[in-house]
């Protein structure tokens, strides 16, 4: 029989109290202060009473277990292979529904990603974690390799957070120090594996936890960014939630007919729609917005391409740009396309320029994990443990980093 679970950072205080029927309401603080510091195995909660530790382990959805943490960029990047979710005592995946508080999700192996940006005299130090939100993605862009391994299963709110805060875990211990760099997360970007706003309520509570002072990580709501490639409900939805996060969305393509191809889910929701939901959201937040433009050579990233963006980013009903991150195009498995040369990066980057907007060709840290969404998922384990082919020289290039705790 499947074990059922529960995940403790999808729930308010009130559940938490049920979790913890019978015990003093002073219990429900103790949890979330375990949890606030990264440490969701009951284990491991030392304050607690033996006998309650050990029937939280039972209701509780399984700790993350770091499977693997890896470096790079001279130590300023550390990734962590986190194994999440669980399987019965069968030992095979449950299946249940991984949206909601109950049952248990199928096991995964996810890479949460920490960059270090050391502090310059122009501007303080940061540590941003980049997360993924799903196993896998059903939006089957043709570009992206996560795209062409399809969809597996929808991550929790609790393993969305956990990514977060594992690796600040490591910084507040000083596992992971980075000189110049704060011990505790600053920023955090929703860019890894899976479309955020494909798996929105989850991503909502993700960032409402986030950035609760009291029962989450208190990070400012600015210092939070959501990709897309442009889900116009779950912009909606966003833009409902009120919160001045920034929104990054993925264009790849300047009219829609080349963006139905690139991004098929424009032919759902098209160019002038996410424009009017991106222009609602700034309306509502007060925030500008960035573009991402992955330059595929040959494909969309001609000079005339440039110029039909650079005329879309500046119609009048356009948002206010903040920024646009011209992507050149990794080496994707499986697929066939590649980036341009620099010379035309950069005139590509100067049509804009001369446009008003300001553009700069970015260049990917840590092997691709800098990356649009879903170029992370080159380097990520399948459901069955196998690396994608060119995955796993990228893996087995990262430095070994010995993990001493959890
Ligand atoms: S680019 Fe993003 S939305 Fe498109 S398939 Fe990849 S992960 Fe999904």
Excluded at 155 to 162: Q, T
Excluded at 284 to 300: K, Q, S
Excluded at 387 to 406: F, N, V
Aim: proline share 7%; glycine share 10%.
């Amino acid at each position: 029989m499947a074990v059922m679970t529960v995940d403790p950072f999808a729930c308010d205080d009130a559940e938490l109290g049920e979790i913890l029927d019978g015990e003093p309401a002073y219990r429900v603080r103790q949890l979330r202060g375990w949890l606030q510091r990264g440490v969701d195995d009951p284990q491991e909660m030392t304050d607690l009473p033996a006998a309650l530790r050990a029937r939280l382990a039972g209701r509780l959805d399984p700790p993350g277990r770091v499977l693997a943490h890896r470096t790079a960029d001279g130590g300023q990047t550390h990734k962590l292979l986190l194994e999440l979710g669980a399987t019965d005592a069968a030992g095979s995946a449950t299946g249940a529904d991984a949206t909601q508080g109950a049952g248990s999700p199928a096991a995964e192996a996810i890479e949460a990603v920490l960059m270090g940006y050391p502090r310059t005299a122009e501007r303080a130090g940061r540590a941003t974690v980049c997360v993924s939100t799903q196993a896998g993605c059903a939006l089957g862009c043709p570009f992206c390799a996560t795209g062409q391994a399809g969809f597996r299963r929808q991550l929790r709110v609790g393993e969305i957070v956990r990514q977060v805060t594992a690796l600040q875990r490591r910084l507040r211990e000083g596992a992971i120090a980075i000189p110049g760099v704060p011990d505790h997360v600053t920023n955090v970007v929703f860019m890894g594996m899976g479309e955020p706003l494909a798996n929105v309520e989850a991503t909502v509570a993700a960032i409402r936890w986030l950035h609760d002072p009291e029962r989450g990580l208190g990070l400012s709501a600015r210092s939070i960014t959501v990709s897309t490639v442009g889900l116009v409900p779950g912009i909606a939805r966003l833009t409902e939630l009120g919160l001045p996060i920034t929104l990054a969305v993925s264009l790849h393509a300047p009219t829609d007919a080349l963006r139905d191809d690139l991004v098929p889910v424009n032919r759902q929701f098209g160019l002038d729609a996410l424009l009017r939901a991106c222009r609602a959201h700034q309306e509502a937040t007060g925030r500008r917005m960035t573009f991402e433009y992955i330059l595929i050579d040959g494909v969309n990233a001609q000079r005339a391409h440039a110029e039909q963006l650079a005329a879309l980013l500046t119609r009048r009903d356009a948002p206010r740009v903040a920024h646009v991150n011209l992507i050149p195009m990794n080496p994707t498995p499986a697929v066939p396309w590649h980036a341009p040369p620099l010379p035309d990066q950069q005139a590509f980057a100067g049509v804009l320029q001369a446009a008003g907007l300001p553009a700069t060709v970015r260049h990917n840290r840590g092997g691709d994990i800098d990356a649009a969404c879903g170029q992370l998922y080159a380097e990520q384990r399948l459901g069955s443990g196998r690396l994608l082919p060119a995955a796993q020289d990228a893996w087995q290039r990262w430095p070994i980093q010995l993990e001493t705790g959890p």
